[in-house]
């Protein structure tokens, strides 16, 4: 079983910044790829931000240059920092935890970010 936990979102005024985490548990082996990813009412969930197990990073165009995802492999826990943030980063925040050895994918419960003055 592996579990996986966001926290860190909240409301924050524009310009402001956050820091998610993302803790992951449970039977972990392998390489994985980890993924952060966002959902507003009505819309699909896109892909914000990616990381290998070797540091390569690829953002969205709507967060390159204000976002910046990291991953420390000792505490099993992926980072992003967002700064000047926007109404439009308005979403709930998911992370993905996706072994590369397996078509399985491990999401968290997702952790709500709203960015308002």
């Known amino acids: 079983q592996v579990q996986v936990v966001e926290s860190g979102g909240g409301l924050v005024q524009p310009g402001g910044s956050l820091r998610l985490s993302c803790a992951a548990s449970g039977s972990i082996f392998g390489t994985y790829v980890i993924g952060w990813y966002r959902q507003a009412p009505g819309k699909q969930r896109e892909l914000v931000a990616v990381?290998?197990?070797?540091?390569?990073?690829n953002y969205a165009d709507s967060v390159k240059g204000r976002f910046t995802i990291s991953r420390d492999n000792t505490k099993k826990t992926v980072y992003l920092q967002m700064n000047n943030l926007k109404p439009e980063d308005t979403a709930v925040y998911y992370c993905k935890l996706h072994p590369v050895v397996s078509s399985q994918d491990y999401w968290g419960q997702g952790t709500q970010v709203t960015v308002s003055s």
């Open positions: 990381i290998t197990s070797t540091g390569i990073t």
